[in-house]
């Protein structure tokens, strides 16, 4: 039975389709070039020489610090007051320091460590100074011959605005720089005036007077000398240490040398 005229051409119509949808031939039997993206190369870059790098410059050296910038921070680190540097002659270093009032230490040592709030300096102190000083003298490259470190004694130099604070109603002895009234050496009862100036109060027979003067007036200050059976006594009151200086006559400071005398 012969194909009719709409059975080929519906034949025809499928096969183009069929055709097409593979990407054969068109529909009026033309070939069809598939689809192709077109190739991409990527940029070749010419290879960049390795640079050579410059040495880093080594970091400065630490700062190092100077006799009293380090002794200051080494005692104040451990918990005590520097009262006083000296470098001696051949090579002697010599630290005063002491406690800090209300701060507790510690006495002994491993299961023998008892706590101490007492004031007075012990050898524990010192040893414990010493060998932290020892080491940071050393670290800083800071020589010396001979390292001391020990208490003011009874006889505490005031060198301070917070020594005199601390001190105020106690006996001290003072030596001007210039002489009052005859003489340079003062004692009697610290005690603070209006805005920077101090007071000295002690009798003159039965007549209570009082020293006024300020710190840049004096040349040497310290403690009188209290002495008791549980080492500085800190409670004495102005009438004791007026009393005291009253019969001692206000003798002269031992380093003042005479001045007064000669003054007189």
């Known amino acids: 039975m012969g194909e009719s005229g709409f059975d080929r051409k519906a034949k025809g119509a499928g096969s183009a389709r069929r055709e097409s ?87 002994g040592r491993g299961l023998n460590a008892v706590p101490d709030a007492g004031e007075a300096v012990t050898v524990e102190d010192c040893e414990a100074v010493t060998r932290q000083l020892q080491y940071v003298l050393e670290v800083e490259g800071l020589d010396y011959a001979r390292l001391e470190v020990s208490s003011p004694g ?61 710190l840049q007036e004096v040349r040497e200050a310290r403690l009188v000398p209290v002495v008791d059976f549980k080492g500085r006594k800190t409670g004495v009151t102005p009438a004791e240490g007026a009393d005291k200086a009253a019969a001692e006559a206000a003798p002269d400071i031992e380093n003042d040398r005479g001045d007064s005398r000669d003054q007189g």
């Open 21 to 107: 949808a593979a990407g054969g031939t068109r529909a009026g039997g033309r070939p069809v070039k598939p689809a192709s993206r077109p190739l991409v190369r990527p940029a070749i870059r010419p290879a960049t020489p390795l640079q050579p790098q410059a040495d880093a410059e080594p970091a400065p050296p630490p700062a190092r610090m100077g006799w009293q910038e380090a002794i200051n921070a080494t005692v104040a680190g451990l918990g005590y007051e520097l009262v006083d540097v000296e470098r001696a002659q051949r090579g002697l270093l010599r630290i005063t320091i002491d406690r800090i009032p209300g701060r507790v230490y510690t006495v």
């Open 154 to 214: 009874l006889d505490r130099p005031l060198k301070r605005e917070a020594d005199y604070l601390r001190f105020a109603g106690q006996a001290v002895r003072i030596a001007l720089k210039t002489p009052f009234e005859g003489r340079k050496a003062w004692e009697g009862v610290l005690s603070q005036g209006e805005g920077e100036a101090w007071n000295l109060t002690f009798k003159n027979g039965k007549t209570e007077q009082v020293l006024g003067f300020t």
